[in-house]
T-cell receptor, first 112, second 112 residues
Framework: NAGVTQTPKFQVLKTGQSMTLQCAQD?????MSWYRQDPGMGLRLIHY???????DQGEVPNGYNVSRSTTEDFPLRLLSAAPSQTSVYFC???????????FGPGTRLTVT | GESVGLHLPTLSVQEGDNSIINCAYS??????FIWYKQESGKGPQFIID?????DKRQGQRVTVLLNKTVKHLSLQIAATQPGDSAVYFC???????????FGKGITLSVRP
């Protein structure tokens, strides 16, 4: 049981490039979410999903896309990277938002 | 707007003392509250949660208190240890299938 895994751990992008941050969980959790963490800002919700085929926007969705084709995977796509997207990104999963969320180890993204 | 926040950005305590970390929330519809601990370079880890039909819940060395009248949540850590040094986040949700909103975090520093 690996829990929540995220790849890559580190990534450097140039402005305008696109990429996908991968997130997978093996706990059969319905609820998955993506957060970004910036100094002094805490964790801010980007997108979330309550089950396969269902996604919704969080607090800061602009510039990001998600899809949920399977229960296990919840990739986050950056369409055209901007320096403002430099951050640490965390994926999390749980049975529902009102149960303990398990977080992945994070992806540190730098956009130059 | 609705928000979850913490009173103090940092807290320094002597090893062996009890720590109290406070959190205010403004959404009177909040039904579920949770505390997370984040160590440097890692994802947040679940500490303890509480639902709105309770006012106290105890775990191993930790206690969460909920005062719905004044919309206040606190985390008490007994006999604080160096390993408790971390950033602590409170979070809240209005209920099932509603997203979790995090506060900005407070740093707990344990003095030897």
């Amino acid at each position: 049981n690996a829990g929540v895994t995220q790849t890559p751990k580190f990534q450097v992008l140039k402005t305008g490039q696109s990429m996908t941050l991968q997130c997978a969980q093996d706990m059969n959790h319905e609820y998955m979410s993506w957060y970004r963490q910036d100094p002094g800002m805490g964790l801010r919700l980007i997108h979330y999903s309550v089950g396969a085929g269902i996604t919704d926007q969080g607090e800061v969705p602009n510039g990001y896309n998600v899809s949920r084709s399977t229960t296990e995977d919840f990739p986050l796509r950056l369409l055209s990277a901007a320096p403002s997207q430099t951050s640490v990104y965390f994926c999390a999963s749980s049975y529902s938002p009102t149960y303990e969320q398990y977080f992945g180890p994070g992806t540190r993204l730098t956009v130059t | 707007g609705e928000s979850v926040g913490l009173h103090l950005p940092t807290l320094s305590v002597q090893e062996g003392d009890n720590s109290i970390i406070n959190c205010a929330y403004s959404n009177s519809a909040s039904d579920y509250f949770i505390w997370y601990k984040q160590e440097s370079g890692k994802g947040p880890q679940f500490i303890i949660d509480i639902r709105s039909n309770m006012d106290k819940r105890q775990g191993q060395r930790v206690t969460v208190l909920l005062n719905k009248t004044v919309k206040h949540l606190s985390l008490q850590i007994a006999a604080t240890q160096p390993g408790d040094s971390a950033v602590y986040f409170c979070a809240e949700s209005p209920g099932a299938n509603s997203k979790l909103t995090f506060g900005k975090g407070i740093t707990l520093s344990v003095r030897p």
